[in-house]
């Protein structure tokens, strides 16, 4: 008898139909002898609304804001728990709903993207000893002093895969409206396969870089805990892609998978003075802003007196960013400042790359074969990214998947 | 500097305009330089949305589903909480939400009816000592085992009566979308006036003979516990109706106000044998099927043998009231059944009727001279009430406002 966590997103249960039919999976697991505990999103649009009519009160500038931000949004998730529960109940199937302040999941004091601290899984095991269902709302916690936190967009994954973690199940099932992880975003390319597994390195590195099936923090912990998580179809009947430690990894071969991110910025400062502490210079008024900084490439001029520094950041920090450097200019003496929001990163990723060489110079040939010019290029040990003009970006993913055979057999 | 809980109910914060208006009251009585609580109902119509979803799913006929009910509408009024909350930060106001287990205000078990234990004060004045408002959820506590509970329909005026009486806040007012209590329904009788004060006593019987102003609970619990309640709209700025102790009432009149109710159904029971225990025959099976009996009479027929027995159930009621009391008919031996809901209850209430003699005749009178026949009549010390066909509601309300001097200076 195993125990399993199901999770489901807002999609599948956006209505009153879909709830059932997550209740129906539900009974799926338990009619196979296993027992489960659930966590679940809110309803489809739900959040969105809560933060809207918060948005419509408040610009969000203060931790008090914030502390009410969480008490209002924190809400959709309870009531998705109630709902499910009553779903299961009207199958025969005893179960119990758990908001996060009931469980206790706890948290740190930070509103809005609260760290998990810990889950007391006594209250739940106690429900599942006692043959029930639990069924927990995702995305929220409780803090030291006993107010609501969330944990952030997307914190529902990170909740199920915690509390596997905490009740040690054999399995955390995320259920979502996509049958799994696939080689690339096959919107962009219709040949893209399902992977049956991926390893979770991969899968952090694939999330990271714009791949939206599950949030990082989820993948993160997961890998931290050992938690085998699979990811698929709340409106399928099939396997899903699990994620699991390297060595289980079955894929032989260079390359995994394709992923790309549209959501950075470019940003160059040229002519700027070559001498100890520039970087420092730099990147400490980002840094204060609380600016991230993602790809950094540094050209140094031949005569070694001046240099030029390109660098990416979130599109949606760009003008924050501008800002912190033109108050800092007098300090670093640039000659110019240029900026370009039409880039788009694209990325390889792999285990297969620590035991396969010329990876790298794969992806730049084929790049040139498609005239594609690269503006920055930045490495791990499992993941290639480089930075091309946005308007490449379909062109380069699809040439990129054919020419490391992630095709369909 | 006094202690004023507010109670804002849900077309008072239907919409982020309403909520900020809300918050404008909360500022005037901090800027009398008053300390305030405030309850808070769910955004109109929010409420309704979550049972519909609930009613969906379940025909909430176990424990269980009620607790899963409370689990899911219980959040409305956390939302409304975390708004408001917001809405008086913006405006420089220091406030913190709290949801019913965050006071915690403790309830019994009775899932969907719940009601209140007892409310721990604390953390509320430790927040109001703190120069905050506290902003509390209403219609929702918090079971001993630790579930949400909800408190049934207009829970949120008894939320705010007994936060009221566990603060000893020197008033509690009641917002709403009426701007207090009149003589009569101003939509039937025009000429209703508005009443600057009106006795616990006689609200009681107003608002269980059908004046909605406010939940019969919450008088009840404010008339107990000496809570002085003023019940005002949230959309004018003037001074609504003040409930005090009976001496303290300043009207003269004989009678206060005429209240009406279309909720009843008539049933009578004709050619009953008359024998000891016939109305415990007759009654037993009625309150075994949950089944309230409002007005009875009984007219004993002139040789002794049998009886006819009349009686008003809810509407509601009406159709499980036929059927217990054909089950019963082996035992009862009536002749006869016959059941109208074609009628009304129309009462005359004020604690003047204790000091002045001759109400009933007066309001009999008035009734025959528009030729208005009485099914039933049923009375207590500060009221008295008829059953007559529904036709004739509101002539029989306008006669008996006019015939009692009830009209506008």
Known sequence: MALIVQKFGGTSVADIGRIKNAAAKVKKE?????????????????????????????????????????????????????????????MGIPAWSFAGGQVPLKTDIVHGKARIHSIDAQAIHKALDNGMVAVVAGFQGITPDGRMATLGRGGSDTSAVALAAALHADRCDIYTDVDGVYTTDPR?????????????????????????????????????????????????????????????????????????SRDEARVTLTGVPDKPGV?????????????????????????????????????????RAIAALEKARPVLQYKDLTADKNVAKISVVGVGMRSHAGVALDM?????????????????????????????TELAVRALHQAFGLEKA
Chains 1, 2 share one sequence.
């Open 30 to 90: 338990l009619d196979l002898g296993n027992r489960v505990a659930v966590v679940v999103s809110a309803m489809a649009g739900v959040t969105n609304q809560l933060v809207k009519f918060v948005e419509e009160l408040s610009p969000l500038t203060t931790d008090e804001a914030w502390r009410e931000y969480d008490q209002v949004v924190s809400s959709g998730e309870q009531v998705t728990s109630g709902l499910l529960a009553l779903a299961l109940h009207e």
């Open 188 to 260: 962009i390319v219709p040949g893209a396969r399902k992977l049956d597994k991926i390893a979770y390195e991969e899968m952090l590195e694939m999330a990271s870089l714009g791949a939206k099936v599950l949030q990082t923090r989820s993948v993160e912990m997961a890998m931290n805990h050992g938690v085998v998580v699979q990811v698929l179809s709340s409106f399928a009947d099939a396997p899903g892609t699990l994620l699991v430690k390297e060595e289980e990894s079955m894929e032989q071969q260079k390359i995994t998978g394709i992923a790309y």
């Open 279 to 319: 970087a420092a210079g730099i990147f400490g008024p980002l840094a204060e802003a609380n600016i991230n900084v993602d790809m950094i490439v540094q050209n140094i001029d031949e005569i070694g007196r001046v240099t030029d520094m390109t660098f990416t950041v979130g599109k949606a920090d760009l003008d």
């Open 364 to 392: 730049f040939k084929t790049l040139a074969e498609k005239g594609i010019n690269i503006l920055v290029i930045s490495t791990s040990e499992i993941k290639i990214s480089v930075l091309i003009a946005e308007e490449y």
